[in-house]
């Protein structure tokens, strides 16, 4: 089964086998809605797909700012309150500003990563207390090459994400403006693994020369631990 989110269309469809396809939520208008039926719910602009460990479906409803789960034929909001802002740190994540979400991925202990793309920063909601914090960015706009902890460095529009390596908890993510793949290991230190942060592509050169322009998706392959 693929599950793709149609952002302009404001609808979340499954493809199945025999490629049949399959309305699992959404109206196709541009509308954040209540909770309720997942087929008779507007959701906004939904971005990046996820599946927790017991299979239930995430998604960022990027322009209504927020992130909801299709559950029992229902769309439930677990985080954000449609409000155009990030705020609410070491709080409830339902009570909480979530800015333009874009990228979800759970680490191996259930938890949500989220890439709030407007406001230049990756948050962690804890999905057993429902807490959530900043794991990456300042909410400053800028790309620090040679940065060390992911909480005290600016990032730029960060998008897709991934844990990796797998298990491990870390975590790598696209940064959309300055075309760095940047990684976060589990202790919270950073180092960019990928980009010149230069406007351009090129290719076979080293890594932290081969540049990325608008890099926006990320997804882990059977690669071990960078080194």
């Not at 699992?24 to 087929?39: C, E, F, K, N, R």
């Not at 705020?87 to 990228?103: E, H, N, Q």
């Amino acid at each position: 089964l693929t599950y793709l989110s149609l952002t302009e269309y404001h609808r979340i469809i499954r493809i199945e086998a025999g490629g049949i396809v399959t309305h699992i939520a959404g109206l196709g208008t541009a509308v954040s809605g209540p909770d309720g039926v997942a087929t008779e719910t507007s959701i906004n602009g939904p971005r990046g797909l996820a599946f927790d460990p017991t299979g239930t479906l995430f998604f960022a409803e990027h322009d209504g700012h927020k992130i909801r789960k299709v559950f029992d034929g229902g769309v439930v909001t677990v985080a954000g309150t449609g409000v155009d802002a990030s705020t609410g740190d070491f709080g409830l994540a339902i009570d909480a500003g979530v800015m333009t979400p874009t990228g979800l991925a759970f680490d191996s202990l259930g938890r949500l990563l989220v890439t709030e793309r407007s406001a230049h920063v990756v948050r962690r909601i804890d999905m057993s207390t429902g807490i959530i914090t900043v794991v990456a960015g300042t909410r400053y706009q800028g790309s620090i090459y040679n940065a060390t902890v992911a909480v005290n460095t600016n990032i730029s529009f960060p998008f897709g994400i991934v844990e990796w390596p797998a298990g491990s908890n870390g975590f790598v993510f696209a940064e959309y403006s300055s075309g760095y793949i940047r990684y976060v290991n589990a202790d919270g230190g950073t180092r960019v693994l990928m980009g010149g942060g230069a406007s351009a592509f090129s290719s076979g050169m080293a890594s932290n020369n081969a540049f990325l322009p608008e890099v926006g998706c990320v997804a882990r392959g059977a690669y071990g631990p960078p080194q």
